[in-house]
């Protein structure tokens, strides 16, 4: 997270091998912690929003960063140089599938990880400007 942050985003800011899969910088605040945290993730753009997978590459559990966002929505994000406030939100069930096709066309590996969840339902999260 260093090299991005140094870099804004050169370094670190592509998912190695696809340059189309970008990676953004989430701040959150523990959810029973109240520790701030930094979560590096692969995104998709939602209108002037952005949105990221719980995915936890198919483990049977939602990722800490979900549980932290939950409790503690208003946040900020790091696109290369930008430093964005927003607000987090789970998608809603008309946003879902067009969103779950990006992130699939985005790499096929997301289609591996829902089989891999074990039935979990991928939570998928818009940020949204604040």
Same mark, same amino acid.
């Given at each position: 997270m260093a090299l991005y942050r140094w870099s804004g985003g050169r370094i670190g800011g592509h998912m190695p091998g696809? /340059? =189309?899969?970008?990676i953004l910088l989430l701040d959150h605040v523990g959810a029973k912690s109240g520790i701030p945290r930094?979560?590096?993730?692969l995104y998709v753009d939602? *209108?002037?929003?952005?949105?990221?997978?719980?995915?936890?590459? !198919?483990?049977? =559990? =939602?990722p800490a960063w979900y549980h932290n966002l939950l409790a503690h929505p208003?946040?900020?994000? @790091?696109? *290369?140089? +930008?430093?964005?406030? #927003? /607000?987090? @939100?789970?998608?809603?069930?008309? +946003?879902?599938?067009?969103?779950w @096709? +990006?992130?699939?066309?985005?790499?096929?590996d997301y289609e591996f990880y829902r089989r891999q969840a !074990? !039935?979990?339902?991928?939570?998928?999260? #818009?940020? +949204?400007?604040?």
């Open positions: 696809r /340059r =189309h899969a970008r930094t979560s590096p993730l939602a *209108g002037a929003a952005v949105a990221i997978a719980a995915s936890k590459a !198919g483990q049977p =559990h =939602h208003d946040t900020t994000i @790091r696109i *290369g140089t +930008e430093v964005r406030p #927003v /607000r987090a @939100r789970v998608a809603t069930a008309a +946003e879902y599938p067009d969103l @096709r +990006e992130f699939v066309t985005m790499t096929p !074990g !039935g979990r339902t991928i939570p998928l999260v #818009v940020l +949204e400007p604040r």
